[in-house]
């Protein structure tokens, strides 16, 4: 009699085990199907809702702002996910609100430990909402120089002047010293050339054409000429000159090159 009831009770525990392996596998399906489902409803109302957000910023007055549109539309998506998966969850049975109730305390927690991927947040925000640079722009931020390329909610990425990707936090750009060289309506090309001191007058008059004759040259303000110095029957003269952001990096690179070629077409001897 007693192996016969305890062969009826491991019975009895097998058939348990298979109702609840059962149950639970039926929701864990259900939980997984209504995930996929939301995620996909999600993915649908998000490609949407970007089409449609990307209008209206497109009308606004952020239209040329790359940045704080790709911001907004981040934002959009995320916030979209987030509300699929606290549907999903309400829908197989869990209590939402205790579920929101136990992220805001464990994200009181979590906060301690992740406060600087919060200061990056914060100071992201700081950045679009003040916007020293955007998409595009030649700036200079910790030392590095580059092409703003993006900006998301913790780093900002730029590529530099000589082809290198940079991505630096955003609470080291937002409390560094930012210098936005796209800004600036021109920059001054400062240059300096040593002529024999009787070549001086011809000299001048011959550099200011070829400043003139260079379009991407301003001419307003118009290129200056001095005399710095005069030693050893030489004279040092220091040539100033406007052009465009864009234009900058060129004419520096090749102004002083042809200028001693047009100086030398004239016969004019350089120290």
Do not use: H
């Not at 952020?62 to 309400?90: C, E, N």
């Amino acid at each position: 009699m007693m192996t016969l009831s305890l062969l009826l009770s491991k019975i009895i525990q097998v058939e348990q085990l298979k109702s609840f392996i059962l149950e639970k596998g039926q929701k864990a399906a259900f939980a997984l199907a209504v995930f996929v489902a939301a995620f996909l409803a999600s993915l649908l109302i998000s490609r949407a809702s970007k089409r449609w957000l990307a209008a209206i910023l497109n009308r606004s007055r952020v239209r040329d702002d790359l940045l704080l549109k790709s911001f907004f539309l981040r934002t959009l998506t995320l916030s979209i996910y987030i509300l699929a998966l606290l549907t999903a969850l309400g829908t197989i049975g869990l209590d939402v609100r205790t579920f929101i109730a136990g992220l805001g305390i464990t994200g009181l927690i979590i906060g301690f430990g992740l406060r600087d991927i919060l200061a990056n947040f914060a100071a992201g925000l700081l950045l679009l909402i003040y916007r020293p640079f955007r998409a595009g722009e030649l700036i200079e931020v910790e030392g590095s120089q580059g092409t703003v390329e993006e900006l998301t909610i913790v780093n900002m990425q730029m590529t530099t002047t000589d082809g290198v990707r940079v991505i630096m936090p955003n609470s080291k750009v937002w409390g560094a010293k930012i210098t936005n060289y796209s800004m600036s309506q021109r920059r001054r090309v400062e240059l300096i050339i040593k002529v024999r001191e009787d070549c001086t007058d011809v000299a001048v008059q011959t550099i200011i054409e070829a400043l003139r004759s260079d379009g991407r040259i301003l001419q307003a303000p118009a290129p200056s000429i001095r005399v710095s110095s005069l030693s050893d029957d030489s004279a040092t003269l220091i040539i100033s000159s406007w052009t465009s952001p864009q234009e900058y990096n060129v004419v520096n690179a090749d102004l002083y090159l042809r200028l001693l070629n047009v100086l030398r077409q004239a016969d004019i001897q350089i120290l």
